[in-house]
């Protein structure tokens, strides 16, 4: 089938490689306001044409697949679903609740299937997209009643076609679960970085002796900004919830220290240590 992708940059690349590799898509049209993006795209052989023709891209198509910033998605996803009659369109956004709102009352609102691709890496851009990212991980699938069960249907085997595991969630529940397993594990980095930067002076220093762990905790304040802070923006009261949680962890952790409580601090880490039951 054709497919239109909106917005070629990481994920949505990717997930036009994937869709090709996977020969679910005969063809795939990218749309863009960059001329620069549409060019690395096709460059890179992520698409098979570019336009900044939206109307027209989404009218040639069988799914529609919005991949912009978390703001950008309020504005574009409405346009999308304007145009569409029997196309299926899906976004891969990081938040659903605002997004899911923002077009419930929209007449082809039954079109639209509410998706997150729970995959990604710190870079962005066209060239940032890599094959295979999807295969093994996880796509949650937000208020599928609310959709055709003729459009979730076929969501379901693009992404199994994918290798991908489904999970069905209310957007609510999406968004408060992404905020503990995804949005503080951003900002935490960001803040790390932070400190890094604020108390080691030295560029020189931080490369000649940051070891694997500080590269893999700092590596998501790589990522960019005009896609976290809508991201933020969206999801500001379940992200302050966590992030008052993360930071009375913290100070617990301060507190036990100052005490020379080792302990109590041997105490938390053998708690903490419960996470490889779950992550393997």
Request: with cysteine; proline share 3%.
């Amino acid at each position: 089938m054709v497919v239109t992708i909106i917005g070629v940059g990481l994920i949505g690349g990717s997930l036009a490689l994937s869709l090709k590799a996977h020969g679910v898509a005969g063809s795939v049209i990218g749309v863009d306001q960059s001329a620069e993006n549409l060019r690395k795209a096709l460059e890179l052989n992520l698409i098979d044409e570019g336009t900044t023709d939206l109307a027209a891209a989404v009218r040639r198509s069988s799914l529609v697949v919005v991949a912009v910033p978390m703001d950008a998605m309020l504005t574009v996803l409405p346009q999308v679903l304007d145009v569409v009659d029997q196309q299926v369109v899906i976004d891969v956004g990081s938040t659903k609740e605002k997004l899911l709102t923002a077009v419930a009352d929209h007449p082809h609102r039954d079109r639209f299937v509410a998706v997150h691709p729970m995959a990604g890496t710190e870079y962005s851009g066209p060239e940032a997209a890599v094959p295979h990212l999807f295969e093994d991980k996880t796509l949650v699938i937000c208020d599928a009643e609310h959709s055709h069960p003729a459009a979730v249907a076929l969501v379901e085997k693009v992404f199994q076609q994918l290798q991908m595991r489904l999970v069905y969630l209310d957007a609510a529940s999406h968004d408060v679960h992404t905020a503990y397993v995804s949005h503080i594990s951003h900002i935490t980095s960001f803040a790390l970085a932070l400190t890094v930067l604020e108390k080691e002076k030295e560029e020189q220093r931080i490369f000649e002796l940051a070891s694997g762990g500080f590269e893999s905790t700092v590596r998501l304040a790589k990522s960019s900004s005009a896609m976290w802070v809508p991201i933020f923006r969206q999801n500001r009261l379940n992200v302050l919830d966590v992030l008052d949680e993360h930071l009375r962890q913290l100070q617990h952790m301060r507190d036990i220290l100052q005490q020379e409580d080792y302990q109590a601090f041997t105490n938390l880490i053998e708690q903490a240590n419960v996470i490889r039951k779950i992550l393997k």
